[in-house]
């Protein structure tokens, strides 16, 4: 016959190695917040990066010559000027948090 098995509970709050147990509520929610404004400019940044890579292969489009149809190359300046206009924006709303 097999021992019989218990469940056991786990009543531990499970707090990750770098926090102390004696953190309040408060000041994890606070810091949690922190954390997310951190992962958040993070995530900007990385937007930033990208809309700065289409920018680039745009401007390649744009003054790819003959080898592209006109109004492709047409809209892909057009879009350099539009992504321009957009990184200083996110740059200008970031500079400001």
Do not use: C, F
């Amino acid at each position: 016959m097999s021992p019989s098995l218990s469940v056991v509970a786990d009543n531990d709050l499970k707090i990750s190695p770098n926090v102390s147990k004696t953190e309040t509520v408060a000041q994890r929610v606070k810091r949690l917040q922190q954390e997310a404004k951190q992962l958040a400019k993070d995530h900007i940044k990385a937007l930033t990066a990208q809309i700065v890579a289409v920018e680039e292969m745009a401007a390649e489009i744009a003054e790819g010559g003959e080898a592209y149809p006109p109004g492709v190359r047409d809209m892909a300046r057009r879009l350099v000027e539009d992504m321009d206009s957009r990184v200083q924006t996110l740059e200008a709303i970031v500079a400001r948090t």
